[in-house]
């Protein structure tokens, strides 16, 4: 196409767009990337990140529970917020700066402005000006679910507030029971808030192993987190700085702030896709796209959360690393998402790769499972009631490791490594194999000898 100001134009400089922008200039690509808000997107700038950090002030606490036994008299600890979340503020705005240089070091050019569609090819900045390009890839991520309209909607905080509230919420409410919602429980139980989970299913975690789901459950009950199931927030009343959430159960809650934690929604709206012709998938209503993340109109692509296929970081970042080597490198590459490792950063972390038993259970015609459920080592000391929960499913037929979880200490770190033997499709022999690391938690997966249980279905009549 004759006539072009720059050969890709990307929308949205998160996780997925700063990716595909920068590995596009250094296969020598004429690249703009428009950001409307702050570079690094939603992981750097209001998601994984941030969290992570609060996630760490919040485990001091335990620290120090568990310091006692071992000898130490601390004297009692103060928590100071401000300073916390000041600190957490200086640290992001550095990396988003470093997000904006890395991208500008590899001849990308930053926009900093919301990019609409005014044609297929051409891109409207709301600085002024308009952008003719070759290709355009949307990598626009997603935004908090509101859920219904009810009455008082207006007082409940989202994801992208919780980061930056004024005062620690001495009592928060906090209505979901997926990532997002047992983070933030745990973060604010963590530094001594009062939590109270509303979920609106049997059990958290829906879609997460059931020992699994159990187990964090009643982890996180014991470290005093109020989880009630079966109900919803039907109503938010605020009255001065109390909010109250009034339940389906007929029964309320008064905090200091309500929070929704119920899924997030591809930004799809706004930035005129019809004029550009692009379809969404109406599966999920993210935009549709093929293996190689192309939509129906030939010259634009997607990745990232606005797809909905797998809303995490370094799947949106090997989403655009590929379209970029696929479009500009020369070199056709599809994303496995298949036994992708993923975490709660909740207390206690959740990690877990491959298979839950119950999807094994479907696919395969036996299963083995081998689990176990034990105090760890420094809690003989500590006196931390908490318990650690291990996890493998295993076809019973070939030996093949399908599916790992962990619930404990270091539960992501763990299911990082876990993921390459699972991924290098691994058996339960090379586990058993494996010489034990002693004394640690993941011995256990070196170590578990016996199954606990064996599911052998019969073949039909
Ligand atoms: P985003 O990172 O959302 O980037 C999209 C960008 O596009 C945004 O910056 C937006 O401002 C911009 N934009 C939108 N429309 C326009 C427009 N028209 N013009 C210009 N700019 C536009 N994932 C993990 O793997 N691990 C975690 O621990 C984790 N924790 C999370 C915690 C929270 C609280 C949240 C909300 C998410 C978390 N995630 C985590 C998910 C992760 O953040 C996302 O999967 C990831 O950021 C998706 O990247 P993306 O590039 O698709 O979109
Ligand atoms: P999740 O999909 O994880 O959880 C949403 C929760 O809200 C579920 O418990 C769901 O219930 C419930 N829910 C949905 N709709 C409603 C409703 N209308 N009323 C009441 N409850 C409702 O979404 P999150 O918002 O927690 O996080 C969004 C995504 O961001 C995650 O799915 C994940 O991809 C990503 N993320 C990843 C993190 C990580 O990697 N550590 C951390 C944070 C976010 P039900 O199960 O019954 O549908």
């Known amino acids: ?57 919040s485990h001091v606490h335990e620290e120090i529970k568990d310091a006692a036994g071992f000898g130490w008299t601390i004297p009692e600890a103060t928590f100071d917020w401000a300073t916390l979340i000041a600190n957490k503020d200086k640290e992001i705005a550095r990396l988003e700066s470093i997000y904006t240089s890395n991208v500008e070091k590899s001849g990308a050019q930053v926009v900093k402005a919301r990019a609409v569609f005014e044609d297929p090819h051409t891109l409207r900045l709301s ?10 890839l949307i990598a626009t991520g997603g935004t908090p679910n509101h859920g219904a309209a009810i009455p008082g909607i207006e007082h409940v905080i989202s994801s992208n507030e919780v980061f930056h509230l004024k005062r620690q919420p001495r009592r928060i409410v906090i209505q979901g029971g997926g990532y997002i919602a047992l983070e933030f429980a745990s973060i604010f139980a963590g530094l001594g808030s009062d939590v109270t989970v509303i979920y609106r299913g049997d059990n958290v975690l829906r ?46 809650i008064a905090a200091d702030e309500v929070m929704f934690a119920i899924g997030r929604h591809p930004s799809v709206t706004g930035f005129g896709l019809e004029k550009a012709g692009v379809a969404l998938n109406p599966m999920n209503g993210g935009i549709a796209v093929d293996d190689y993340s192309q939509t129906n109109v030939p010259h634009i692509y997607a990745v990232g959360d606005v ?23 020369n070199r056709r590459v599809k994303v496995d998402h298949t036994d992708i490792p993923t975490a709660v950063f909740s207390l206690p972390q959740v990690g877990t790769v491959g298979l839950t038993e119950a999807e094994a259970r479907a696919q395969f015609t036996h299963v083995d499972i081998y689990k176990t459920d034990f105090r760890p080592i420094k809690a003989t000391m500590s006196g931390n009631p908490g318990r650690v929960l291990m996890k493998l499913v295993v076809d019973g037929a070939t030996d093949r490791i399908l599916g790992c979880h962990i619930v404990g200490p270091d539960a992501a770190e763990l299911t990082q490594v ?34 606990t249980a064996r599911h052998v279905r019969q073949a039909a009549e």
Not at 127 to 136: D, E, F, N, Q
Not at 307 to 327: S, W
């Open 418 to 451: 876990v993921a390459i033997a699972v991924k290098l499709k691994a058996t339960k022999a090379d586990f058993d194999a494996t010489m034990a690391l002693h004394p640690t938690s993941a011995e256990e997966l070196v170590t578990m000898r016996t199954p």
């Open 127 to 136: 600085t002024g000006g308009m952008v003719k390009a070759k290709y355009v």
């Open 207 to 252: 879609g997460f192993d059931e020992d699994v789901r159990t187990h964090v459950r009643s982890e996180m009950e014991k470290a005093g987190i109020t989880i009630i199931t079966g109900c919803t927030v039907e109503k938010i009343e605020r009255r001065g700085d109390v909010v109250t959430a009034h339940l389906s159960s007929r029964s309320s």
């Open 307 to 329: 797809t909905h296929r797998l809303n995490l970081t370094p799947v949106a970042i090997r989403e655009g690393h590929a379209f970029a080597d696929t479009v500009f490198g």
């Open 1 to 57: 196409m004759a006539d072009t100001d720059v050969d890709l134009f990307v929308i949205g400089g998160g996780s997925g767009g700063v990716r595909a922008a920068r590995i596009a200039a250094s296969h020598g690509a004429r690249v703009m990337i428009a950001e409307e808000y702050r570079m690094g997107g939603t992981c750097v700038i209001r998601g994984c990140v941030p969290k992570k950090l609060m996630m760490y002030a």
